[in-house]
């Protein structure tokens, strides 16, 4: 370690890949979503890069040296392209070299991509980091929870830092504690270890409902009253990635003092598989859905179609949920959003104000309904349309408001919007840059899981987790994987056995 200001090297490299989803992530994947070469990452963070707008503060305030590399995220989908892969971490690693000799490697990652050829790309990126730096220069990353914690990464790897919120508020928390640990490493305060607990197991961790609320909350009092204990995290898993090492983890981060981690770890894990099958909201069909969403009396209802969720690598095109409201004559309802290019361009090229017969949605996978053929009226086009997330933006390409007609031509009380960008649904802005109010609603129709929760509910009367079709490979007891390990829960009842 050198004497004086430090020298500190960032880089992000992010997405999360389904390995069941038919889109497949290329360069432009990533250029589609963020890629800035160094220096030119924006002031505001998106999710996997906080390591980076957080070290400009932390290194400006200590007077160190931070070098930035580039940071990439493509939005949630399928396979990532080797090429893409692969020049990308290149060039990360090629900027790191170029910056040596550094005391520390930092990187924004989000820990679930599987690329052609790479079980494992975090685990390769990390293995080759080591392999440049040598053994005793501090390498550190920030993952997120749906992630994969292979052995590799934490071979590779000094500790990580995992956002604890599901939905992910906390992304810029997390990136603070990982860079309080830099610090403190670097001027001699602590010394990280990192210890590991397998719990056997996948489930759903929503920290929005109990019973994961207390048990982040109990994880942050622990890290508050205990000075040796650095960091605590748990990995949830990611059901959609087909690898080997798929399933949840419990991370514990000591000052130099593995067996209090080992314990910490094993400890709060067991206490995950303990409460297995319960951490999800319990979710009803379509059907339930829109019946109890008809007869609310106060509104506007949220339905969240749960498992289309762009985020976790659909296409965010299904109808099951459409077709239901509208074969009920359901009114005031607006579905933001169903991802349809094609169809986008055509209502670009009749233009706001016509009416034609549009096919649309349901047209990337099975089980995701059925393609909707109506006469639509075309209400509003947004060339680049976007939508709050947190402090940040997302982006969900040129978009079409269409009103569905009666065959008279009259309004069905129905609205959609169709988008180029695949996004999940995370704010109720995604309504207002088409023009919609979606508190005059009594319906909005909404794509994802959990992260929307912290916008909409706000603005909700009531909240309806909807399961409808099969856009995503949600029951990891029969979903068709070839690599993810038999000995976890669900797949296997009672994977610790005797020993439990
Ligand atoms: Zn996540």
Redesign the pocket.
Known sequence: MTAGPRRVFVAALAT?TNTFAPIVIDRKGFEDSLYAPPGQHPATPTLCTAPITVGRKVCAEKGWTLIEGTAAWADPAGLVARGAYETLRDEILGQLRAALPVDAVVLGLHGAMVAQGYLDPEGDLLARVRGIVGPDILVCAEL???SHLTAKRVAAADFFVVFKE?P?TDFVDRAEDLWRIVVDTLEGRVKPVMSVFDCRMIDVFPTSRQPMRGFVDRMMALERDNPRLLSLSAIHGFMAGDVPEMGTRMIAVTDNDPALGAEMAERLGRELFANRGRHMMPLIDEHEAVARAMAATAHPVVIADVWDNPGGGTAGDATVILKELLARGATGVAVGTIWDPVAVQLCFVAGEGAELHLRFGAKSAPLTGEPCDALVRIVTLAADAQMNFGESLAPFGPAARIALLTPERRETGVEVILNTVRAQSFDPSLFSALGIDPRAQKILVIKSTNHFYAAFQPISSEILYCSAGKPYPNDPATNPYRLVRKDIWPRMADPFGSEA
Do not use: G, K, L, W
């Open positions: 999360e997120d929870p749906h599901f992910h």
